[in-house]
């Protein structure tokens, strides 16, 4: 009697039987280094939040887990078939100081779960350096987001001595982010230039504006309410003096009709 001729299982097939992790995983993030890194987290954090209120097409954080495996299912079909788990957590993940992906759904998270997002990798990557992580930032990590996230701009930034590199992917590899004359690199993902004012990271526009906190624009609004404030009151200050002239010469003038013999009234 024949065998059955053995069948070769389809990729549904395989894709169902995989038991994939939960997408809901916990950051896994060790404390920051000092207040100064986690000020300037949270800084960049607001800014671009802010800067983009009005988009909702856009994922910001910072300080939270990256779970991804390199372990794929398959090296074809879409980005999330191509990053396929088989393990029932990620032994792999990474978690940047302050990354940004772009066209995804603003919504909060408890780690970014690649194999559950469409397969997508963050655009923007910015480590800060320290001491003890400087060394990993510089190489380790610059691979990884190399190789591996394919992340187009990845910048590093000392809060302590303001050191600030940037690179952009070009052709598979990490190529220098030229600064301009001022010091500022340009982030292509972002649409802004990255620079150090006042011993912190910025944001600017491409015309060179510093992009504001909400309080910072209140101040700045108020700012100038107050200059309007001040300079409608010199203004009036100045016409009260020209005005209370005007009162001395008409008086002087009237004493000298007087003292012709000419009553003022009859000509004034």
């Not at 759904?105 to 990557?125: A, F, L, M, T």
């Amino acid at each position: 009697m024949s065998q059955p001729l053995a069948t070769t299982p389809s990729l549904q097939a395989v894709t169902e039987s995989i038991i994939f992790p939960p997408g809901d995983i916990y950051s896994d993030e060790p404390p920051l280094e000092s207040d100064l890194h986690r000020e300037q987290i949270d800084l960049l954090i607001r800014l671009i939040k802010w800067w983009w209120r009005d988009r909702q097409d856009f994922y910001a954080t910072g300080n939270l887990t990256i779970y991804f495996s390199t372990a794929v299912a398959s090296t074809g079909g879409t980005p999330a078939q191509r990053c396929l788990p088989n393990q029932k957590k990620s032994e792999e993940f990474r978690g940047p100081d302050f990354f940004v992906v772009l066209d995804t759904e603003k919504k909060d998270r408890k780690s970014w779960v690649v194999w559950q997002e469409d397969g997508k990798y963050p655009n923007v990557i910015i480590e800060m350096l320290s001491d003890s992580t400087a060394s990993v930032d510089k190489g380790l990590k610059k691979q990884i987001y190399q190789n591996t996230f394919r992340t187009p701009d990845y910048f590093w930034f000392d809060p302590n001595n303001l050191e600030l590199q940037g690179f952009h992917l070009v052709d598979g590899q990490y190529q220098d982010v030229v600064p301009t004359e001022l010091g500022w690199l340009w982030s292509q993902q972002l649409g802004l230039y990255l620079a150090v004012y006042l011993g912190k990271l910025r944001f600017f526009t491409p015309d060179r504006q510093m992009v504001m906190l909400p309080e910072e624009e209140s101040n700045q609004q108020l700012q100038q309410t107050n200059q309007q404030l001040e300079q409608a009151n010199q203004q009036l200050e100045q016409a009260n003096q020209q005005l209370e002239q005007e009162r001395q010469r008409a008086a002087i003038l009237a004493e000298r009709l007087r003292a012709a013999g000419i009553d003022p009234e009859q000509i004034f």
